[in-house]
């Protein structure tokens, strides 16, 4: 099933994204989020090929609210949680880091996995229990362990409260910084080594579904602002902090929930 969804996933990034880059014009949604022609091609297209492979509801960034609820809740024994273009800003403006999104969840769990980024021809992908793996390669790729103070940390500082937002701009424990604006490829980045803490507010379901699945297996460690288990966090807006090394993770977890 794996092998099946990955050609699926290339298969649609290169005949529904990749022939529309730097072509869209961008619009909006009620809720003011970026959208484009390409979203809405590829969310239809991934439905399409993830149906033949295994026949179960799709939950997907380009939907209604209540579409979106309607068909979690139909799908608690199996569902696929996609999202067409994880990244869409940067795939409007020409920023080559953008993905495909396609987890496999099971009773609110994901247990299957698949991050791909066509600019990059990077692939990050997991099974549970199985491992996780960037283009055949099983991850973590790098596996420095840094003390805090000389990580590097992927912050989504936008969706934090006022008081931690502040005081991780004034005075971070860590070296250095990043956000590019993909929350499935900042996960894969954290399983991969490339970066070595990260923190954000509230993620929805196709934010997170597949990238903490990759995480995970690649033996790293999250939780929420508020809950030890992850997965105890509100499901539609779901905050995580996150490290690869599990020393690391817990000396970070302690600092963010310090200086809440």
């Known amino acids: 099933m794996l092998e099946a969804i990955i050609a699926a996933v290339k298969k649609v990034a290169k005949q529904e994204v990749m022939s529309r880059y730097l072509q869209m014009a961008r619009q909006h949604k009620v809720d003011g989020s970026l959208f484009t022609e390409a979203d809405l091609a590829t969310q239809k297209a991934l439905a399409r090929e993830l149906q033949k492979i295994y026949p179960a509801a799709v939950v997907g960034e380009e939907m209604s609210a209540q579409q979106q609820i309607e068909q979690w809740c139909a799908g608690d024994a199996g569902l696929w949680c996609v999202d067409p273009i994880d990244g869409t800003s940067n795939f409007v403006n020409g920023l080559p880091y953008f993905a495909i999104s396609v987890a496999l969840v099971r009773h609110g ?7 791909y980024d066509p600019m990059a021809d990077e692939v990050f992908y997991a099974e549970r229990s199985g491992g996780s793996y960037l283009n055949g390669e099983r991850l973590p790729i790098k596996k420095h362990v840094p003390i805090l103070r000389d ?5 989504d500082l ?11 701009s004034t005075s971070p424990p860590y070296s250095s910084q990043r956000n590019y604006g993909a929350c499935a490829l900042e996960w894969c980045y954290v399983a991969a080594g490339r970066f070595d803490l990260y ?62």
């Open 109 to 115: 769990k994901s247990t299957l996995g698949v991050v």
């Open 158 to 168: 936008k969706r934090l409260d006022h008081k931690l937002a502040m005081t991780i």
């Open 199 to 260: 923190l954000h507010g509230g993620q929805k379901p196709w934010d997170y579904a597949a990238g903490c699945l990759i995480l995970e297996e690649a033996g790293g460690h999250m939780c929420g602002l508020d809950q030890d288990d992850f997965w105890l966090e509100p499901l539609w807006q779901r905050p995580v902090i996150a490290a690869l090394n599990p020393s690391l993770f817990i000396e970070w977890r302690n600092w963010v929930r310090q200086h809440r």
């Open 151 to 155: 990580a590097i940390a992927n912050i």
